[in-house]
């Protein structure tokens, strides 16, 4: 019988239950004045920098930082304040001071002062943490813009952005009778194009549940359908059960016919299969020929 090498992904039927929590949302530093413009709106995607509204005709960003800012920064601001405010202007293009409050330090900060449009960014000596919105993640897709030109800044704390509904958890069970196999390096959840690794059949960590929550966040469905698979396909060859030879020492072959019409022996390791076949891996060669009944044609040979 003739069997041709392939590649197996082991691909199963999974269904995939999901749980909804709130999305990330910009909230207000201590501000003061009113809003007198507003840049997003729903469906917008916020990332590092962006603009999101102006107050007292000055422009707040988005401002993704390991913290808020909650106080003022100026020369005589602590090192670690001091370096923060650095990496918020390199991150944003502007000269900085790395550790220090440098020359490059005030320079860096005017110019971005001056891009927010507050008066007189020439003499600016001090950075006001109500310039910016703490970004808790690299994106967020709006939900609802909670302000309005017209109407005073909101309170410290209060929520100027929604962002989309996020998942919190997945849950993963088979889609039928057959188990699934034991979470693994060696597998991986697939939805759709999206894949992640099936570390566990509870999936709760944001970084890999990022992508399914935008994809689904329109619907928030409840359950999903996708499949557990293996991250690197398995190459080898699906052959009849019946042509797998296993010998009084217990090792196990296969015949392929020799060139003087003998029967040779092929070692290999079975590997799964369906019913009446038997994946088997071994130094088979491309579209060889096996013999589907060894236990009738070469009686009680050995493998090796």
Not at 29 to 46: L, Q, S, Y
Not at 79 to 93: F, I, P, Q, V, Y
Not at 131 to 138: A, G, N, Q
Request: with cysteine; hydrophobic share 45%.
């Amino acid at each position: 019988m003739p069997i041709a090498e392939e590649n197996f992904l082991d691909e199963q039927r999974a269904t995939i239950s999901l749980t909804w929590g709130d999305g990330d949302a910009l909230v207000a530093p201590a501000w003061n004045g009113m809003v007198t413009n507003v840049a997003v709106a729903p469906g917008a995607k916020i990332s590092h920098g962006a603009k999101v509204l102006r107050i007292d005709g000055v422009w707040r960003l988005a401002a993704r930082s390991s913290a808020p800012f909650f106080r003022p920064v100026s020369p005589e601001s602590g090192k670690e304040e001091t370096r923060a405010l650095n990496m918020l202007l390199d991150s944003l293009g502007y000269a900085n001071g790395g550790d220090l409050w440098t020359w490059d330090t005030t320079l860096g900060l005017r110019r971005l002062a001056a891009s927010l449009g507050v008066p007189d960014a020439y003499a600016v000596a001090t950075f006001d943490p109500g310039w910016v919105l703490w970004l808790p993640s690299d994106e967020l897709i709006v939900s609802e813009v909670l302000v309005a030109p017209g109407r005073a800044a909101p309170p410290m704390g209060e929520k100027v952005i929604a962002g989309v509904p996020r998942i919190s958890a997945l849950n993963v069970v088979s889609a039928d009778d057959a188990p699934l196999p034991d979470p693994s390096a060696e597998w991986e959840i697939a939805i759709d194009d999206l894949t992640m690794p099936y570390e566990s059949a509870r999936i709760a960590r944001p970084d890999r549940l990022g992508e399914v929550s935008k994809r689904f966040a329109a619907a928030r469905p409840e359950h999903i359908s996708g499949s557990v698979r293996r991250a690197q396909p398995v190459t080898g060859w699906q052959v009849p059960s019946s042509a797998v030879f296993v010998d009084e020492a217990g090792e196990v072959c296969v015949f392929r016919p020799g060139q003087d019409g003998e029967w040779v022996a092929i070692d290999v390791v079975a590997n799964g299969g369906t019913v009446g076949e038997v994946r088997v891996v071994g130094a088979l060669e491309p579209d060889v020929r096996v013999l589907v009944n060894p236990g009738d044609v070469v009686g009680d040979t050995r493998c090796r």
